[in-house]
């Protein structure tokens, strides 16, 4: 769906964004027309808001991320699972499931939540199984079929897993997995209410949501300390959150109007805290976007001056040909008419291991080397200098242009170009 919409908007990224935008859009109505039967009107019109209105989905739904098509797949399994299990509202949370299989391998979370949730109705796990199987088969004999004759998916499915598997040693073994745990949830207000909301759905009708928010917040959290800067990754189950946070109103309102004996004005008092909490929300989000103002937390590691790049891009488009090649990481690889591979791939291409090349590459899977010494051009930016160099490997690539002298013929607050001496341009 992004390849198609950039190819319809000729390249431009704001077709990618404006794709992502619709698609929070889609979620928050998603969360008020398929809650309301359930949580109520108001609590699932509050939830909406919550999600429309908190920071981190203004952020991340602008941004161009799997991960957002996840959260709206498990949304739907979601809705579908606080129902009674019936074939037609099993399937539906099958499909949401598959929506989530399509995007990212994280969908795994919401379908063992899923099945947790209907552990009491076994005949619904085929319905619920079913898309998200035949969407891993298809993706696997695609992926065969691309591969033919060789068999570099069963190696590449291997790294895989050995890489989540060193990640999850690392960050989330023992003591560290509740301490990430606590501290994702101890990070904001939106997180401390999705909490307590989460707890309070500890009830005949809206257990799923406990289970969604709770299981997922286990599996997701144990092994990610870093999720609170590169938030991204939590993005899978922000859904499921604010959901949290409109079955927690729910429960809140059913109290007071049993302390109330059903008074109007214990209701109305209620709703008018919610209408004011989900207006907060909305009310700090608007002024911070609308300047320019909404910084995200990972802000060290993105591109730091857009128009840089572009200036960048246009300068080197003038310069090369499409047989050329750049090494250049992929914030400006995109926007060149040439042959690019990143500092990874380039190390890569050394034999030497690096981040996500855990283990040698053979040169056989580049589509064109990535030899530095081939490069027309070298392109060092702010991802570049603040985290690429320090991944194992890279920085021989750095001594390599200092030892042989490679001159910096264009140069920003960020970025700069070295050109190889050995290659200079006519």
Not at 90 to 115: E, K, N, R, V, Y
Request: one cysteine or more.
């Amino acid at each position: 769906m992004v390849g198609g919409i950039a190819w319809l908007f000729n390249g431009d990224i704001l077709g990618a964004r404006l794709l992502n935008a619709f698609l929070a859009l889609a979620i928050g109505l998603t969360i008020y027309v398929g809650g309301r039967g359930i949580l109520g009107h108001f609590p699932a019109w509050f939830g909406a808001l919550m999600f429309l209105g908190y920071s981190q989905s203004v952020i991340h739904f602008r941004w161009i991320y799997p991960h957002n098509a996840v959260a709206f797949g498990l949304l739907i399994t979601l809705l579908a699972i606080l129902r009674r299990s019936r074939p037609k509202v099993d399937w539906m949370a099958g499909a949401g499931l598959g929506i989530a299989a399509m995007s990212h391998p994280l969908f795994i979370h919401g379908m063992i939540a899923a099945l947790l949730s209907r552990i009491k109705q076994p005949r619904s796990w085929f319905r619920l199984a079913t898309p998200p199987t035949i969407v891993i088969f298809l993706s696997l004999v695609c992926a065969l079929f691309r591969y033919w004759p060789e068999h570099w998916l069963f190696q590449d499915l291997s790294d895989l897993f050995e890489f989540y598997l060193a990640s999850s040693s690392q960050s989330g073994s023992g003591i560290k997995a509740i301490e990430n745990i606590r501290v994702f949830y101890c990070y904001d207000f939106f997180h401390i209410g999705a909490a307590v909301g989460g707890f309070l759905c500890l009830r005949r009708r809206l257990y799923p949501i406990a289970i969604f928010v709770f299981v997922i917040s286990a599996l997701l959290l144990q092994n990610r300390q870093n999720i609170p800067i590169f938030y991204y990754q939590a993005v899978t189950f922000l859904p499921a959150l604010s959901l949290a946070w409109s079955g927690g109103f729910r429960v809140l309102l059913s109290w007071l109007r049993r302390f109330g004996r059903g008074s109007t004005t214990v209701s109305r008092s209620a709703a008018t805290i919610g209408l004011i909490l989900a207006m907060l929300s909305i009310g700090r989000a608007v002024p911070e976007s609308l300047s320019g103002h909404l910084i995200s937390r990972n802000d060290f590691w993105v591109t730091q001056i857009p128009e840089e790049v572009e200036h960048a891009s246009r300068w080197l488009n003038e310069r090369v040909a499409q047989s050329d090649l750049v090494i250049c990481n992929p914030n400006i690889a995109w926007l060149l008419h040439c042959r690019v591979a990143d500092l990874m791939q380039a190390t890569a291409w050394r034999g030497k291991r690096t981040f996500t090349f855990e283990r040698p590459v053979s040169r056989e899977r580049f589509l064109f080397p990535a030899d530095v010494n081939e490069a027309r051009y070298v392109v060092v930016g702010d991802i570049d200098q603040r985290w690429t160099f320090l991944q194992p490997g890279v920085a021989d690539i750095a001594y390599q242009l200092a030892d042989e002298k490679w001159p910096v013929v264009w140069q920003g607050r960020f970025y700069l170009i070295l050109e190889n001496p050995n290659l200079k341009a006519n």
